[in-house]
């Protein structure tokens, strides 16, 4: 959500810095909820990626239909309106899901959980927490 309200200064330098934010946290939050598809797949594990995939391909083709009404409202500013609407639908489901994690006693009980959900990312931040 940051990122998209950098994006909308007229200075280049802050658009490009606001689209490397949102850049990152799109790819953070594919890696976690990809990794939540592992994690929760009783079977078929690979079944149920496939459909994750399917699902995240198909998410990311309709954003330009779900965005276009906000850009002839508003222009720019309305694309940012419509993105942070969307994301906080997604922000609630995600800690709705965190909620349901920690009732079942599923949640990670690590010291470090940012460390968790970097390391998510690659077995490269891995390796870097190790020699720490």
């Known amino acids: 959500m940051t990122g998209t309200a950098v994006t909308l200064f007229e200075s280049l330098a802050l658009i490009i810095v606001g689209l490397t934010i949102n850049a990152?946290?799109?790819?953070?939050?594919?890696?976690?909820a990809?990794?939540?598809?592992?994690?929760y797949a009783k079977?078929?594990?690979g079944?149920?990626?496939?459909l994750y995939l399917v699902f995240y391909y198909v998410g990311a083709s309709l954003g330009g239909f779900w965005?276009?009404?906000f850009w002839r409202w508003a222009g720019w500013p309305g694309v940012a309106i419509?993105?942070?609407l969307l994301l906080t639908i997604t922000l609630l489901i995600a800690m709705?899901?965190?909620?349901m994690e920690?009732?079942?006693?599923?949640a990670p009980t690590k010291k470090r959980p940012l460390k968790a959900a970097f390391c998510s990312l690659g077995n490269a931040c891995q390796a870097v927490f190790r020699q720490q």
């Open 47 to 50: 079944s149920a990626s496939a």
């Open 34 to 39: 990809s990794g939540w598809v592992g994690r």
């Open 96 to 99: 709705r899901m965190w909620q």
């Open 67 to 69: 965005l276009e009404p």
């Open 24 to 32: 990152f946290g799109f790819f953070l939050a594919h890696s976690l």
């Open 102 to 106: 920690r009732s079942q006693g599923k």
């Open 43 to 45: 079977g078929a594990r």
């Open 82 to 84: 419509g993105s942070w």
